[in-house]
């Protein structure tokens, strides 16, 4: 059996891989705050009793696009995005920490500021808790304070601030849940110079274009691997008939 269809089988199973990844980061295009994931392909050496002629293909993920994605104003009280570099801290169930750009928050029955997926938005002294009838205000160092608007109008009420953190990108993993994490499992350190943009939620960095365009080039890339099967087999082929007619 013609070794190439090892090679052209494994550069299939691996664009495949990759249309995937692409395929996701597609369907991610209009998710608040997503960060595009990033694959590459390698050639690992096949090594064997021979000469070392031949090389497999390996997909591998080497991380995410982490590019700022546009602001897009909605208005909203409790809508924020980071300016630049920087990330919102959220308090996870088993007290470990996660990371976001999606700065849509939410208050849930109880009046706990959330984040994404129910998780309590982490702040300076824990989690943030917001009163009843009174109008939240998010400052440019992530300050949450409130007005009363059941009764007259007075000084505003301060209730925390925002955890921002801007750890180095490289120690930064995203889990299944899309959040990120730090490697080491350990809580990042607040920085006071990341800043907020109040009434105003980030967009995804996925360009819609460069994904179609990539995918087009990996299916082009797919249609070559399977000539290259088709071309074994016809090899194959017409080597039995000459050794029939033998």
């Known amino acids: 059996m013609d070794r190439l269809i090892y090679t052209a089988a494994s550069g299939a199973k691996h664009i495949l891989e990759q249309q995937a990844t692409t395929s ?6 209009s998710t608040t705050g997503f960060r595009a994931q990033i694959d590459s ?3 690992v050496q096949v090594q064997g009793g021979t000469l070392p002629t ?10 995410a696009d982490f590019s700022s994605g546009p602001l897009q104003a909605t208005g909203r009280d409790l809508d924020v995005a980071i300016k630049g570099k920087g990330w919102i801290a959220l308090q996870m169930p088993d007290g470990s920490e996660a990371y976001t750009r999606n700065g849509a928050l939410q208050m849930n029955e109880n009046g706990l500021l959330t984040g994404p997926g ?7 002294g824990g989690t943030i808790s917001v009163p009843p009838e009174v109008t939240v205000t998010v400052g440019g160092d992530g300050t949450i304070s409130t007005i009363a608007t059941s009764t007259k109008p007075g000084a505003a009420t301060v209730l925390g601030r925002l955890k921002l953190v801007n750890p180095p990108e490289a120690d930064l993993v995203r889990g299944d849940d899309g959040l ?9 350190p607040a920085d006071p110079l990341v800043a907020v943009a109040g009434g105003t939620l980030e967009g995804s960095n996925v360009s819609p274009v460069d994904s179609m ?8 890339s797919f249609e070559t ?3 290259l099967l088709k071309n074994a087999e016809n090899n194959a082929t017409k080597a039995t008939q000459i050794l029939a007619l033998g």
């Not at 996701?24 to 295009?29: G, M």
């Not at 031949?54 to 991380?63: C, L, P, Q, S």
């Not at 129910?118 to 300076?124: E, F, K, L, T």
């Open 180 to 188: 990120f994490r730090l490697k080491d499992g350990k809580a990042a």
């Open 213 to 220: 365009v990539n995918m087009i080039s990996l299916a082009r």
């Open 24 to 29: 996701h980061n597609l369907a991610n295009v």
């Open 225 to 227: 691997q399977m000539s």
């Open 118 to 124: 129910g998780n309590p938005v982490a702040g300076d």
């Open 41 to 43: 392909f390698r050639a």
């Open 54 to 63: 031949r090389a497999f293909v390996v997909d591998a993920t080497v991380g």
